[in-house]
């Protein structure tokens, strides 16, 4: 059984700060992690993944995000927030049965609000 | 640009009456179609598992013969609402493995809300 906690359903950051969202996960085997995010009337765009290559992730828009297995913990960060970030971020974990039969398993979503 | 389209984006239905979903990969044959549905508030939760000409395979507490998946072509999954209630309101989201891509990619449509009354 796999599950995912995101700490958090709103975050709200000035532009320009620190962009943190937590993410920690519960997995029987090695998991695979994933954020995605969704703007409004948009399907769920992939950020970042990790499939137990290097811990530390660089996704597109300037994310990352590192993989700690001993804080069972992926948090999302970026270093300076735009108001273009704002938007809804999911963490999500793969049961890796491998082939195209994947099963995602999503956090409950954190809202990220940028403020001038 | 989009890679995954759903139809309806929102829909409104009497309670009792049937309602269907559209998924279409837009450029690549999708063979996989998982169907997620996301209470507000809440996680996507997985629905069930579509297969290109085969039965879909549906996740516990899933009434199958409630929520109709048809995959009948490679571009094309279907879900039916049937004898929708109020409690079947709800944010309805597919999405499929890009088969060029890594298969721990999915592509998601942009979502279905229904509303029943």
């Known amino acids: 059984a796999q599950s995912v906690t995101q700490l958090g359903s709103h975050v709200s950051v000035s532009e320009g700060a620190l962009v943190l969202l937590r993410c920690n996960y519960s997995?029987?085997?090695?998991?695979?992690l994933f954020w995605y995010v969704q703007y409004p009337n948009q399907g769920l765009q992939l950020l970042l993944k990790?499939?137990?290559?290097?811990?530390l992730v660089k996704g597109i828009n300037g994310f990352e995000a590192e993989f700690k297995k001993s804080e069972t913990s992926f948090h999302l960060t970026k270093p300076s927030a735009h108001m273009s970030d704002a938007a809804e971020y999911f963490c999500?974990?793969?049961?890796?049965?491998?082939?195209?039969?994947?099963?995602?398993?999503f956090g409950t979503g954190t809202r990220l609000q940028v403020t001038l | 640009g989009a890679v995954v389209s759903q139809h309806p984006s929102w829909v409104i239905c009497k309670s009792g009456t049937s309602v269907k979903i559209e998924c279409r990969s837009l450029?690549?044959?999708?063979?996989?179609m998982f169907w997620y549905r996301q209470f507000p508030k809440q996680s996507l939760m997985l629905m069930a598992t579509?297969?290109?000409?085969?039965?879909?395979?549906?996740e516990q507490g899933v009434e199958k013969d409630k929520f109709l998946i048809n995959h009948a072509s490679l571009t094309l999954s279907t879900l039916t609402v049937t004898s929708a209630h109020p409690e079947d309101s709800s944010f309805y989201i597919c999405?499929?493995?890009?088969?060029?891509?890594?298969?721990?990619?999915?592509?998601f449509g942009p979502g279905t809300r229904l509303t029943v009354l």
């Open positions: 999405s499929t493995p890009r088969p060029s891509g890594s298969t721990d990619t999915q592509y």
């Open positions: 999500a974990v793969s049961d890796r049965r491998g082939g195209t039969a994947s099963k995602l398993t």
């Open positions: 990790y499939t137990s290559a290097a811990t």
């Open positions: 450029d690549f044959q999708a063979t996989t």
């Open positions: 997995s029987s085997v090695p998991p695979y």
């Open positions: 579509s297969n290109e000409g085969s039965k879909a395979t549906y």
